[in-house]
C-alpha cells in the first residue's frame, strides 16, 4: 500500500511531515533543546512524584489540570490566574486546540516568515488556510506593512513568534499591539524561547489585560530543560480557555505529565539557572562567527541563525561528517545551530572552521 493509495484528504497529498533529523551524533544542536539534563535531585523527586501517582493510575487524570495551571500561573507572575492559563501536550498541542477552536475549513491562519515551520503545518492540519506574511531584511516585522497585510487579508488567526525562530528576534510588545489592535480574529504570540531573551525585553503578556483576542504561549521544552515531557502552556482570557474546552480531547494530559511538570515548576530556580549559561555562551557564539567573518542574526534565543552559503547544504553535512549536526532551516543560505555547553560550542567552533 502507497500513501497516494489510501482515501486521504485531497488537501494533505503531496505534503511532507514535519521532520528535524533525529541523527545519532555526538554534538546535537540542531532541535533548540536544552543540553543541560536534569540534576540528580530533580531526578529524585520526579521519580519519586511518578512513584506517588503510579498507585492511581487506574483512574483518569484531573481533565483540566488544575493544580498543575496554577502553579503555571504562579510561575508567570503578572497577576495571572487558574482560569487564565492552560496546558497541553507541548506548545504544539496548545496551538492544535488554537487552530480547532478558531481556524477550521474556510478559515485562514496568517504568520510572518521566515518562521516557526510548525504554524504552517499545525493550520493545514486543521484544514485552515495559510497566508504567508514576510518579515524585513533583518527579519524584524514591520508594523504598517504587517497591518496593511492584515487588512488586505482579513485572517482569523495571526501568529508571530517572538523570540522568533529560526531567526532568533524578538518583537517589541508596541508592534504586537498594533497588529493586535488591526487584527479582526485571534493573535497568537508563540514565546516558546521567552526565557532566554536578552535582559529588559518585555513578554506579549504585559499586552493580555486590555487584549482579551490575544494568547501568549509558551513551553517547558526549551528554557526549562524539559522537551521530553511534552508541556506547553498559554495564558489569555477565560473566555479563551472555555473555546479550548470545547475542542481539547477528555484527559489530554496524562497524570505522570502533570505530575512531571508540576515537579519541573517547584525546581524551576535550578532549572532557569542553565538559562543564563546558555544566554553568555549564545553571545559569545555570535560574537565569534562574526569574528569569523559570517553574517549572524541577532538573537534573543537559545539558537543562532548564520550565513550566508551558497552552497549551505554543504557546509551542514561537512558539519554532519565531524560530528556535529546543527539544521538546515530559514531562508537559503542560512544555518542555525542550538546553543550547547561550552564543550559542545567548542567541538562547533573546530568543525566550522574545519569545513569552511
Ligand atoms: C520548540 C518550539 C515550540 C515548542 O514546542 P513544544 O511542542 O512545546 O515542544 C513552540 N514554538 C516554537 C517557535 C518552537 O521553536
Known sequence: MKLEDLPIRDDLRGRTPYGAPQIDVPVRLNTNENPYGPSASLVTDLAEAVRHSAAGLNRYPDRDAVALRQDLAAYLGHDLTTEKVWAANGSNEVLQQILQAFGGHGRTAMGFEPSYSMHPIITSGSSTEWISGAREEDFGIDPDKAVAAIEEHRPDIVFLTSPNNPTGTALDPSVIARIV????????????????????????????????RLIVTRTMSKAF?????????????????????LVRLPYHLSTLTQAAARVALAHQTELLGTVDLLRAERDATVEWLRGEGLTVADSDANFVLFGRFPDRHAVWQGMLERGVLIREVG??????????TAKEMAAFRAALEGTL
Open 331 to 340: 531562508p537559503p543560505e542560512w544555518l542555525r545551530v542550538s546553543i550547547g
Open 225 to 245: 530543560a524539559m522537551a521530553g515531557t511534552r508541556l506547553g502552556y498559554l495564558a489569555a482570557d477565560p473566555a479563551v480557555i472555555e473555546a479550548l474546552l
Open 181 to 212: 489592535q488591526a487584527a479582526p480574529g485571534m493573535v497568537v504570540v508563540d514565546e516558546a524561547y521567552f526565557e532566554f531573551a536578552r535582559t529588559g525585553t518585555p513578554s506579549a503578556l504585559v499586552l493580555l489585560p486590555d487584549n482579551p
